[in-house]
């Protein structure tokens, strides 16, 4: 009886495909409320080929910028002398409020020219998680939001514990997306973008759900 004949090699190679691991940096004007949330968040939504990294209390927001472009020149120049492609996936975020700060439209016009990613929110940082409560869209004082979100998450005190109670409000992202969204969009047309309240926070999140560099 005849043998029969080996196999044709196959012409598909078996491919290890290796991701790059994308980094996220993200400088926060706040030192717990803002980098507690965040980290939180990116554990519950993340897998192992996204790393989050929150540097809390970095300070005003031309401050946050700042330090944001000299970070991104020294990850480049990292990358560069390493010769390591995959080490340049990676990107940039400041995380900042309106409130009374001076210098929002030279922290904005910094960022846009060295293409670091800014999420900003008027009045506070706090007007994010609040959405995911309660829909919202009057002027807001900083103080009032406080005793707001006090009130709706108790375990939350803007002095004595500004930790955002995470496991309350986890499963209300996308709500607090459309109400953000929705709000951004009144100010808008009201010809006050950035006006108060506003928030696109969702756009650094999404970054971290999706994994993927913006642009």
Excluded at 47 to 58: E, S, Y
Excluded at 157 to 177: Q, W
Aim: charged content about 30%; some cysteine.
């Amino acid at each position: 009886m005849m043998s029969k004949p080996p196999k044709a090699p196959s012409l598909k190679r078996k491919q290890n495909i290796i991701l790059p691991k994308i980094e996220i940096y993200v400088l926060c004007e706040g030192k717990v409320t803002e980098p507690d949330y965040i980290e939180k968040f990116s554990k519950k939504h993340i897998n192992k080929l996204v790393k989050v990294f929150p540097i809390k209390g970095v300070g005003v927001p031309l401050t946050v910028v700042e330090e944001a472009v000299a970070l991104k020149r020294k990850l480049l120049i990292k990358a560069r002398k390493k010769g390591d492609s995959y080490r340049r996936a990676f990107c940039v975020w400041s995380v900042m409020d309106i409130d009374d700060h001076p210098n929002i439209p030279a922290a904005i016009n910094l960022a846009l020219n060295n293409k670091i990613h800014i999420c900003i929110s008027n009045p506070c940082f706090e007007i994010w998680p609040f959405l995911h409560l309660k829909d919202h869209d009057a002027y807001i004082h900083r103080d009032d939001l406080h005793r707001r979100l006090n009130k709706e998450m108790p375990q939350y005190h803007h002095e004595d514990n500004p930790t955002v109670d995470y496991d309350l409000i986890a499963d209300n992202y996308e709500i607090a997306k459309c109400r953000a969204i929705r709000i951004n969009k009144r100010r808008h047309e009201e010809d006050n973008d950035r006006g108060n309240p506003t928030t696109d926070v969702y756009n650094l999140l999404d970054c971290i759900i999706n994994m993927t560099l913006p642009h």
